[in-house]
């Protein structure tokens, strides 16, 4: 299987976070540190593309926790030219 890297950069802009949450596709795929701003995700995209479906996408998307509860999430789509 082919894999694609997708590389993720964000501004931490919470003050009280413990954690973020990242999710593809609306399935969370990690829990961060408090003070991340960066992660990597290895996906299928590239192998999508070249099984023939011609505009393959994965959705990603960020929110900050604590205690307290959550915040809105950021989603953001990422498409194979």
Sequence with gaps: MLLTKISMTWSDEATNESSY??????????TLEANTTSMGDNTT???????G????????A?????????????EKT????
């Excluded at 990422?78 to 030219?81: A, D, F, G, K, R």
Aim: aromatic share 10%; proline share 7%.
């Design 21 to 30: 949450r990242v999710y593809r596709n609306d399935t969370l795929i990690s």
């Design 45 to 51: 995209l590239a192998a999508l593309w070249l099984i």
């Design 53 to 60: 479906n011609p505009k393959p996408s994965v959705t990603y």
């Design 62 to 74: 960020i929110e900050a926790f604590n205690s307290a509860g959550k915040s809105s999430k950021v």
């Design 78 to 81: 990422v498409s194979c030219p």
